[in-house]
């Protein structure tokens, strides 16, 4: 039973080897990705932005002055390079303490929130899933940030209309991903949201009306798909995790084997005959 115990464990630490040289992999590759990603970002925002002002609301941008068109493409800009930096800031090392960092973008100055160290063992498969987890989340968490503060910037510029304020926007673009919208959606350029939503009189709840609502609202997939470069590395982090997977089903396997054996051999070191 010693020998099985010994096998046993020789074999998950072989596992942990395969997983701490997948986790390595995956940071790097995702590294490279946030890198891409960034650049990436700031083009479609700009592009976006470019559709929204001329093809959404050309009469509203028209009416502001040359003054105030610079102002905007110089705040949308920043805006994207902003959220180029964060993007960065969420690769750091897995040999060493993760510190969680949240950064708010905001019109004017960009503010730094850090949270207490999160260690990760990068040779445990659960670990490292939960750090790619999390990292993506706030990949996602970033583009959401960012839509909002280009669409404010456009709202107060005044090319989005007054009466459509910020929480129904966000609000559309969060039911965009629902089957109850999907008959209100009109098809638009990427990273573009355009519906069709029913606004009520504040005053009047009975008195209603449709209003079209064309703001920006960043997809991850849709940033991807227009640069051949960034889409080849999500495919090579999907192919990490798929590694990623096996391994940890292993990993987990061999853990309940040991487990099982260990509780084995305690049995019969204990048992004596009457």
């Known amino acids: 039973m010693a020998r099985a115990i010994e096998r046993i464990e020789q074999d998950i630490t072989a596992l942990e080897e395969g997983i701490r040289a997948i986790a390595q992999e995956l940071h790097l590759a995702y590294a490279k990705y946030i890198n891409i990603l960034g650049s990436c970002l700031q083009k479609q925002l700009i592009l976006a932005s470019y559709y ?15 003054n105030q068109r610079q102002k905007l493409q110089q705040g949308l800009r920043k805006i994207s390079q902003q959220a180029a930096k964060q993007l960065i ?10 510190i969680e960092t949240v950064i708010e973008i905001a019109e004017e100055e960009e503010e ?12 445990n498969p659960i670990e490292v899933a939960e750090w790619q987890q999390d ?17 404010i910037l456009i709202q107060k510029t005044g090319v989005l209309p007054k009466k459509l304020p910020e929480p129904i926007i966000a609000a559309a673009a969060a039911a965009i991903e629902s089957a109850e919208s999907s008959s209100n959606m009109i098809p638009s350029p990427p990273n573009l949201l355009n519906l069709v939503i029913e606004i009520s ?22 940033i991807e798909f227009a640069d051949a470069k960034l889409l080849s590395e999500r495919k090579g982090i999907r192919h990490l995790l798929m590694q ?3 391994l940890g089903r292993d990993y ?4 309940r084997e040991l487990k099982i054996a260990e ?12």
């Open 52 to 66: 929204l002002c001329t093809q959404g609301y050309p009469d509203e941008f028209l009416n502001l002055s040359l």
């Open 89 to 98: 800031s969420y690769i750091q090392p897995l040999e060493v303490t993760q």
């Open 112 to 123: 730094e929130n850090e949270e207490q160290p999160q260690t990760i063992n990068p040779s």
């Open 135 to 151: 990292l993506e989340a706030e990949i996602q968490e970033t583009l959401k940030k960012v839509s909002q503060m280009a669409n």
């Open 201 to 222: 009189d504040e005053e009047d709840s009975e008195d209603s009306s449709l209003t079209q609502i064309m703001a920006i609202h960043l997809r991850l997939g849709e």
């Open 244 to 246: 990623l997977n096996k």
């Open 252 to 255: 987990q396997k061999k853990q």
């Open 263 to 274: 509780a084995e051999a305690a049995w019969r070191a204990s048992w004596f005959e009457d």
